[in-house]
């Protein structure tokens, strides 16, 4: 009997709960931190609060339930075993159960176990082993206890204070996801970028989250530490997309947070797409880079470049995602020349896209010769030849490292910079339809 009461109890505490605003603040790791607001009602001393519609991913260990300084949490519990046909029937081993056959046949007896393609069951008149493709439907008598059709969080609570109380629910939960999803398209002469995004989001967290007030963290969380709602922020940037919508953008912590300013809907098993950042011109670069050490002819990388500071860029920090880069053809139709997966971007941060491999513009890297002496030096004789089949002229930046600190670049056949200890950069012109060689030697001081 009590065990029934307690049942009851907890089902009409279920059902006398008024839902606020769910706001969802979701990772870009694939995790979700969920704030739900309940007004009900809890009886004086013990009672049991059940919660039916949460998240199949819930992180159990997050869970945290408050309501005023008088409601005493006792015990939390995960309810996530949901009934299936294979988990009711364990429940009614050794108990009577009736199997209707497809022909309307009708077998009473004890359950004596059961797999997926049999039952067996012990009547008066003997043991039957039944093959359940065969069966129509299956009656049980009521259950003793309590079947959870959905994942469930209960809580044994001791309330001395107001019957009335608000109560504020969070939890994290898993296989939540959010990335950029960038357009770029670029222009006739390669040198200015119309940039604009979407946020994409992912739910198959195995819950509805209906006109949520939904936040975006981008940044790379450390799992070991909290991630705490109370850090300062400091100043917002607004995100005017078409129409209504609105993102704000602030810093947060050492990450930075998107806002969207509207209510979302994300269901279950759906891919959301929601834009945030109206199409920016932004000039760019295209240079083509050749850091090979192949002796083979191969084509030459294409990367696309530009600054994001406020002045030729967007002047705003972008979250990490894939940038698509689009031309518009003869016939006006955008067509797709390119992606690269863009890394969390800061304002004033150089942006390197690499989008694809020239088809006409080649290169190969040979060492002709090889001098050294032993503890003083070594020399290595570079070749580098250059291909542009094109109909215009190109520029290729030669990326060249060399793996020593004390080292110099003679007898260059053209000028060059040094990028860092280990690197060098030559520029070189290649005329329409020609054929460039760069030559040097690399010296190494072995002292």
């Known amino acids: 009997m009590f065990r029934f009461t307690k049942v009851l109890t907890a089902m009409l505490l279920i059902a006398s709960f008024s839902h ?68 009711l029937l364990k429940k009614y081993l050794e108990a009577e159960i009736s199997v209707i056959m497809q022909n309307d046949k009708k077998l009473t007896g004890e359950l004596l176990s059961y797999n997926d393609k049999t039952l067996v069951i012990r009547g008066r008149t003997g043991t039957d082993i039944i093959q359940r493709s065969f069966v129509g439907s299956i009656k049980c008598p009521s259950p003793k206890e309590r079947l959870y059709v959905r994942p469930t969080l209960s809580w044994d609570v001791n309330n001395s204070g107001a019957i009335n109380q608000q109560l504020d629910l969070s939890y994290m939960t898993r296989l939540i996801n959010w990335r950029a999803e960038y357009v770029a398209v670029i222009n006739e002469d390669d040198t200015e970028i ?42 917002d940037r607004i995100f005017k997309s078409r129409g209504s919508a609105v993102v704000v953008e602030r810093d947060f912590f050492e990450y930075h947070i998107y806002e969207i300013g509207f209510p979302v809907t994300i269901n279950n098993r759906e891919e959301k797409q929601i834009q945030w950042l109206n199409p920016t011109l932004i000039s760019a670069q295209k240079r083509y880079v050749f850091n090979s050490r192949n002796s083979e ?11 994001n500071d406020e002045k030729t860029g967007t002047g705003m920090p ?58 003083r030096y070594k020399e290595d004789d570079i070749r580098i030849t250059l291909v542009n089949r094109k109909d215009t002229a190109v520029k290729i930046d030669v990326l060249q490292g060399i793996a020593h600190q004390n080292w110099a670049i003679v007898n260059a056949s053209a000028e060059y910079e040094k990028v860092d200890a280990s690197r060098v950069k030559f520029t070189i012109p290649v005329p329409a339809n020609k054929e460039v060689v760069l030559t040097y030697t690399s010296r190494v001081d072995l002292k």
């Open 20 to 87: 606020a605003q769910t706001q969802l603040t979701v990772y870009n790791h694939g995790e979700a931190l969920v704030k739900e607001q309940f007004t009900r009602q809890v009886p004086s001393g013990k009672s049991t609060l059940e919660i039916e519609d949460v998240a199949e991913t819930i992180i159990p260990a997050s869970v945290k339930l408050s309501g005023d300084d008088q409601l005493q949490v006792l015990e939390q519990n995960f309810r996530y075993d949901l009934v299936n046909q294979n988990k």
């Open 318 to 375: 972008l979250p990490a995602g894939v940038v698509r880069l689009f031309k518009e053809d003869t016939d006006g139709a955008l067509e797709l020349v390119g992606e690269d997966n863009l890394k969390h971007v800061s304002k004033d941060d150089k942006v390197t896209l690499e989008v694809g491999k020239a088809y006409d513009v080649k290169g190969k890297y040979e060492v002709l010769d090889r001098r050294s002496k032993q503890n």
């Open 194 to 235: 119309n940039f604009s995004s979407w946020i994409n989001m992912q739910n198959n967290s195995g819950k509805q989250f209906k006109n949520t007030k939904l936040k975006l963290v981008a940044g790379d969380l450390h799992r070991a530490s909290n991630v705490r709602p109370s850090m300062a922020m400091q100043e």
């Open 297 to 307: 002819l191969s084509n030459i990388p294409i990367k696309i470049i530009f600054i």
